[in-house]
Protein backbone atom coordinates (compact mmCIF):
# COMPACT_ATOMS: atom_id res chain seq x y z
CA UNK A 1 0.00 0.00 0.00
CA UNK A 2 1.43 3.59 -0.98
CA UNK A 3 1.08 6.96 0.38
CA UNK A 4 1.89 10.55 1.34
CA UNK A 5 3.52 11.17 5.10
CA UNK A 6 0.93 14.13 6.12
CA UNK A 7 1.92 14.53 9.43
CA UNK A 8 5.41 13.26 11.40
CA UNK A 9 4.69 13.76 16.21
CA UNK A 10 8.21 12.63 16.41
CA UNK A 11 7.12 8.41 17.17
CA UNK A 12 4.15 8.37 14.49
CA UNK A 13 3.67 9.23 11.32
CA UNK A 14 0.44 9.75 9.41
CA UNK A 15 -0.03 8.61 6.07
CA UNK A 16 -2.57 9.15 3.47
CA UNK A 17 -3.03 6.31 1.56
CA UNK A 18 -4.01 6.44 -2.29
CA UNK A 19 -7.57 5.13 -1.60
CA UNK A 20 -7.82 8.02 1.08
CA UNK A 21 -7.23 6.69 4.58
CA UNK A 22 -5.31 8.04 7.20
CA UNK A 23 -3.42 5.43 8.84
CA UNK A 24 -0.82 5.72 11.65
CA UNK A 25 2.46 4.23 10.88
CA UNK A 26 5.71 3.70 12.50
CA UNK A 27 9.51 2.82 10.66
CA UNK A 28 10.44 -0.25 10.54
CA UNK A 29 13.34 -0.63 12.41
CA UNK A 30 16.02 -1.60 9.89
CA UNK A 31 15.50 1.96 8.44
CA UNK A 32 18.13 3.09 10.79
CA UNK A 33 20.57 0.78 9.25
CA UNK A 34 20.49 1.97 6.02
CA UNK A 35 23.37 5.17 6.29
CA UNK A 36 20.66 7.52 6.91
CA UNK A 37 22.68 9.98 9.28
CA UNK A 38 19.19 11.72 10.57
CA UNK A 39 17.04 12.19 13.28
CA UNK A 40 14.10 11.46 11.47
CA UNK A 41 14.51 8.98 8.26
CA UNK A 42 11.03 9.70 7.23
CA UNK A 43 10.01 13.07 6.65
CA UNK A 44 6.72 14.92 6.06
CA UNK A 45 6.16 15.19 2.08
CA UNK A 46 7.39 11.39 1.86
CA UNK A 47 5.75 9.28 -0.42
CA UNK A 48 6.11 5.54 1.41
CA UNK A 49 4.96 1.87 1.25
CA UNK A 50 3.09 0.87 3.89
CA UNK A 51 2.32 -2.60 5.40
CA UNK A 52 -1.23 -2.75 7.62
CA UNK A 53 -1.35 -4.90 10.84
CA UNK A 54 -5.05 -5.86 12.44
CA UNK A 55 -4.40 -2.99 15.38
CA UNK A 56 -5.16 -0.57 12.50
CA UNK A 57 -1.74 0.85 12.46
CA UNK A 58 0.99 0.19 9.60
CA UNK A 59 4.72 0.40 9.14
CA UNK A 60 6.79 2.45 6.92
CA UNK A 61 8.82 -0.08 5.02
CA UNK A 62 9.69 1.44 2.03
CA UNK A 63 10.83 5.54 1.15
CA UNK A 64 9.91 6.68 -2.31
CA UNK A 65 13.51 8.55 -3.75
CA UNK A 66 12.79 12.61 -2.97
CA UNK A 67 13.24 14.89 -5.79
CA UNK A 68 14.37 17.76 -3.02
CA UNK A 69 14.54 18.51 0.58
CA UNK A 70 15.34 21.06 2.61
CA UNK A 71 17.64 20.18 5.72
CA UNK A 72 19.92 21.01 8.68
CA UNK A 73 21.94 20.08 11.36
CA UNK A 74 20.54 18.29 14.27
CA UNK A 75 20.84 21.19 17.36
CA UNK A 76 22.08 18.10 19.80
CA UNK A 77 23.95 15.90 17.42
CA UNK A 78 26.59 17.10 15.34
CA UNK A 79 26.91 14.18 13.05
CA UNK A 80 23.47 14.10 12.02
CA UNK A 81 20.88 15.71 10.22
CA UNK A 82 16.66 16.81 10.49
CA UNK A 83 14.86 16.87 7.64
CA UNK A 84 12.34 19.45 7.33
CA UNK A 85 10.18 18.17 4.64
CA UNK A 86 10.49 16.52 1.67
CA UNK A 87 9.59 16.89 -2.03
CA UNK A 88 8.61 20.77 -1.73
CA UNK A 89 7.92 23.15 -4.80
CA UNK A 90 8.86 25.51 -2.99
CA UNK A 91 8.93 27.38 0.42
CA UNK A 92 7.87 30.51 2.40
CA UNK A 93 10.74 31.80 4.92
CA UNK A 94 8.58 33.69 7.38
CA UNK A 95 10.81 36.89 8.93
CA UNK A 96 10.17 39.34 11.31
CA UNK A 97 12.43 42.39 11.90
CA UNK A 98 11.40 42.59 15.51
CA UNK A 99 8.87 41.05 17.48
CA UNK A 100 11.28 38.97 17.66
CA UNK A 101 14.14 39.77 14.90
CA UNK A 102 15.32 37.58 12.30
CA UNK A 103 18.81 37.55 11.72
CA UNK A 104 20.14 38.10 8.32
CA UNK A 105 22.41 34.90 9.21
CA UNK A 106 19.02 32.95 9.77
CA UNK A 107 17.78 33.72 6.31
CA UNK A 108 20.86 33.47 4.78
CA UNK A 109 21.71 29.56 6.28
CA UNK A 110 17.89 28.83 5.30
CA UNK A 111 18.22 30.30 1.49
CA UNK A 112 21.71 28.65 1.23
CA UNK A 113 20.15 24.97 2.39
CA UNK A 114 17.39 25.54 -0.30
CA UNK A 115 19.25 26.60 -3.12
CA UNK A 116 21.40 23.87 -2.53
CA UNK A 117 18.56 21.52 -3.22
CA UNK A 118 17.28 23.61 -6.02
CA UNK A 119 13.96 24.73 -3.59
CA UNK A 120 12.17 27.95 -4.78
CA UNK A 121 12.01 30.35 -1.73
CA UNK A 122 9.91 33.78 -0.82
CA UNK A 123 10.51 35.83 1.73
CA UNK A 124 8.11 36.97 3.30
CA UNK A 125 8.10 40.05 5.79
CA UNK A 126 5.80 39.82 8.33
CA UNK A 127 4.35 41.62 11.71
CA UNK A 128 4.32 45.36 9.31
CA UNK A 129 1.85 46.33 11.60
CA UNK A 130 3.47 46.52 14.49
CA UNK A 131 6.91 48.38 13.04
CA UNK A 132 7.92 52.13 13.92
CA UNK A 133 9.62 54.55 11.21
CA UNK A 134 12.96 52.77 12.18
CA UNK A 135 12.01 49.63 11.94
CA UNK A 136 10.24 50.10 8.35
CA UNK A 137 13.07 51.70 7.12
CA UNK A 138 15.31 48.65 8.48
CA UNK A 139 12.59 46.29 6.44
CA UNK A 140 13.48 48.33 3.07
CA UNK A 141 16.74 47.93 3.24
CA UNK A 142 16.25 44.30 3.68
CA UNK A 143 13.54 43.81 1.07
CA UNK A 144 15.91 46.12 -1.11
CA UNK A 145 19.03 43.48 -0.28
CA UNK A 146 17.28 40.09 -1.53
CA UNK A 147 15.28 41.99 -4.04
CA UNK A 148 18.98 42.67 -5.97
CA UNK A 149 20.27 39.20 -4.86
CA UNK A 150 17.33 37.65 -6.86
CA UNK A 151 14.94 36.40 -4.02
CA UNK A 152 10.98 37.24 -4.35
CA UNK A 153 9.84 39.63 -1.12
CA UNK A 154 6.09 40.17 -0.20
CA UNK A 155 5.24 42.38 2.95
CA UNK A 156 2.46 41.67 4.85
CA UNK A 157 0.50 41.70 8.32
CA UNK A 158 -1.16 37.78 9.18
CA UNK A 159 -2.87 39.54 11.98
CA UNK A 160 -4.47 41.93 10.18
CA UNK A 161 -4.62 40.41 6.99
CA UNK A 162 -2.90 42.70 4.95
CA UNK A 163 -1.26 40.84 1.78
CA UNK A 164 -2.00 37.38 2.42
CA UNK A 165 -5.15 36.97 -0.18
CA UNK A 166 -2.23 37.75 -2.55
CA UNK A 167 -0.81 34.78 -1.72
CA UNK A 168 -3.39 32.23 -2.42
CA UNK A 169 -2.63 32.00 -5.97
CA UNK A 170 1.29 31.19 -4.93
CA UNK A 171 0.05 28.13 -3.30
CA UNK A 172 -2.09 26.40 -5.95
CA UNK A 173 -1.36 22.77 -7.48
CA UNK A 174 1.73 23.60 -5.09
CA UNK A 175 3.44 21.65 -2.12
CA UNK A 176 4.63 25.00 -0.21
CA UNK A 177 6.84 24.38 3.05
CA UNK A 178 6.41 27.08 5.41
CA UNK A 179 9.22 27.97 8.19
CA UNK A 180 10.70 30.37 10.31
CA UNK A 181 12.03 31.34 14.24
CA UNK A 182 9.16 30.54 16.45
CA UNK A 183 7.30 33.87 17.22
CA UNK A 184 7.38 34.82 13.33
CA UNK A 185 3.22 34.15 12.97
CA UNK A 186 3.74 30.76 10.81
CA UNK A 187 0.17 29.87 12.79
CA UNK A 188 -1.56 33.03 12.43
CA UNK A 189 -0.69 33.17 9.03
CA UNK A 190 -2.31 29.46 8.75
CA UNK A 191 -5.07 30.33 10.40
CA UNK A 192 -5.74 33.25 8.03
CA UNK A 193 -4.97 31.64 5.00
CA UNK A 194 -6.99 28.39 5.96
CA UNK A 195 -10.40 29.27 7.78
CA UNK A 196 -11.17 26.75 10.31
CA UNK A 197 -8.00 25.16 10.88
CA UNK A 198 -7.58 27.10 14.08
CA UNK A 199 -3.99 26.54 15.48
CA UNK A 200 -2.77 27.45 18.16
CA UNK A 201 -0.94 31.10 18.69
CA UNK A 202 0.81 32.62 21.17
CA UNK A 203 2.09 35.74 22.75
CA UNK A 204 5.55 36.53 22.18
CA UNK A 205 7.69 36.94 25.54
CA UNK A 206 7.84 40.11 26.67
CA UNK A 207 10.80 39.88 28.42
CA UNK A 208 13.18 38.45 26.25
CA UNK A 209 10.90 39.80 22.55
CA UNK A 210 10.90 36.21 21.47
CA UNK A 211 8.96 33.18 20.36
CA UNK A 212 6.96 30.46 22.05
CA UNK A 213 6.64 27.33 20.38
CA UNK A 214 2.91 26.36 19.79
CA UNK A 215 3.79 23.27 16.90
CA UNK A 216 5.30 21.05 17.60
CA UNK A 217 5.00 18.66 14.77
CA UNK A 218 5.15 18.85 11.09
CA UNK A 219 1.76 18.46 9.37
CA UNK A 220 0.77 18.98 5.52
CA UNK A 221 -2.55 21.05 5.88
CA UNK A 222 -4.49 21.13 2.40
CA UNK A 223 -5.21 24.65 0.99
CA UNK A 224 -7.27 24.69 -2.09
CA UNK A 225 -5.47 22.15 -4.85
CA UNK A 226 -2.13 22.80 -2.79
CA UNK A 227 -0.48 21.58 0.53
CA UNK A 228 0.82 24.06 2.92
CA UNK A 229 3.38 22.30 5.46
CA UNK A 230 3.69 23.55 8.63
CA UNK A 231 6.96 23.04 10.89
CA UNK A 232 8.05 23.89 14.58
CA UNK A 233 9.58 27.09 14.75
CA UNK A 234 13.51 26.67 14.50
CA UNK A 235 16.03 28.52 16.23
CA UNK A 236 18.91 27.93 14.16
CA UNK A 237 19.82 26.48 10.84
CA UNK A 238 23.19 24.51 11.21
CA UNK A 239 24.14 23.85 7.48
CA UNK A 240 24.72 19.74 6.90
CA UNK A 241 27.19 18.39 4.48
CA UNK A 242 27.91 21.04 2.55
CA UNK A 243 31.33 20.78 1.10
CA UNK A 244 33.35 24.53 0.82
CA UNK A 245 33.81 24.44 -2.83
CA UNK A 246 30.44 23.92 -3.06
CA UNK A 247 29.14 26.89 -0.45
CA UNK A 248 30.03 29.54 -3.23
CA UNK A 249 27.35 28.44 -6.02
CA UNK A 250 24.75 28.47 -3.05
CA UNK A 251 25.01 32.48 -2.65
CA UNK A 252 23.84 33.65 -5.74
CA UNK A 253 25.98 36.89 -6.35
CA UNK A 254 29.11 35.50 -4.51
CA UNK A 255 29.11 32.79 -7.47
CA UNK A 256 28.34 35.62 -10.17
CA UNK A 257 31.79 37.48 -8.92
CA UNK A 258 33.00 34.30 -8.29
CA UNK A 259 33.58 33.45 -11.77
CA UNK A 260 36.15 36.16 -12.44
CA UNK A 261 38.44 35.03 -9.21
CA UNK A 262 42.12 34.42 -10.57
CA UNK A 263 42.56 31.04 -8.68
CA UNK A 264 39.46 28.28 -9.95
CA UNK A 265 39.64 26.61 -6.18
CA UNK A 266 39.67 30.18 -4.78
CA UNK A 267 37.97 30.29 -1.11
CA UNK A 268 37.22 34.11 -1.44
CA UNK A 269 38.50 34.49 2.01
CA UNK A 270 42.22 35.83 1.25
CA UNK A 271 43.57 35.13 -2.07
CA UNK A 272 44.59 37.25 -4.42
CA UNK A 273 43.04 38.17 -7.35
CA UNK A 274 40.04 37.38 -5.44
CA UNK A 275 37.30 38.94 -7.62
CA UNK A 276 34.85 38.29 -4.70
CA UNK A 277 36.82 40.29 -2.04
CA UNK A 278 36.75 43.13 -5.06
CA UNK A 279 32.96 42.90 -5.12
CA UNK A 280 32.67 42.90 -1.29
CA UNK A 281 34.83 46.50 -1.10
CA UNK A 282 33.00 48.05 -3.60
CA UNK A 283 29.80 46.95 -2.15
CA UNK A 284 28.54 45.02 -4.92
CA UNK A 285 27.91 42.01 -2.21
CA UNK A 286 26.58 42.78 1.23
CA UNK A 287 28.37 42.76 4.20
CA UNK A 288 26.14 40.71 5.99
CA UNK A 289 25.89 38.01 3.29
CA UNK A 290 29.60 37.69 2.88
CA UNK A 291 29.59 37.35 7.09
CA UNK A 292 26.75 34.51 6.62
CA UNK A 293 29.20 32.84 3.99
CA UNK A 294 32.05 32.49 6.40
CA UNK A 295 29.86 31.85 8.79
CA UNK A 296 28.73 28.53 6.86
CA UNK A 297 32.57 28.17 5.96
CA UNK A 298 33.39 27.40 9.50
CA UNK A 299 30.67 24.80 9.67
CA UNK A 300 33.23 22.33 9.06
CA UNK A 301 34.56 22.79 13.14
CA UNK A 302 32.92 20.56 14.94
CA UNK A 303 33.04 23.04 17.56
CA UNK A 304 30.34 25.04 16.21
CA UNK A 305 28.00 23.06 15.69
CA UNK A 306 26.53 24.15 19.06
CA UNK A 307 26.03 27.51 18.11
CA UNK A 308 22.91 29.37 17.29
CA UNK A 309 22.03 31.40 13.74
Known amino acids: MHGLVVKNTGSWYTVLTDDGQLIDSKV ?3 F ?9 PVAVGDC ?3 VPNPEGTALITEIADRRNYIIRR ?19 LLVTVSHPQTSTTFIDRFLASAEAYRVPVILLFNKTDLYDDDERRYLGMLVTLYET ?20 PLLSDRVTLLSGNS ?31 TTT ?4 ISIGSGWLIDTPGIK ?11 LTSYFREIFRFSKDCRFSNCTHTHEPGCAVLQALEDHFIAQSRYQSYLSMLGDKDSSKYREAY
Open 28 to 30: KGN
Open 32 to 40: RLKGIRSTN
Open 48 to 50: VTI
Open 74 to 92: SQNLSKQSHIIAANVDQAL
Open 149 to 168: VGYECRQISAATGEGVDALR
Open 183 to 213: GVGKSTLINSLVPGVNLRTADISDAHDTGQH
Open 217 to 220: FSEM
Open 236 to 246: GFGSFDMEPEE
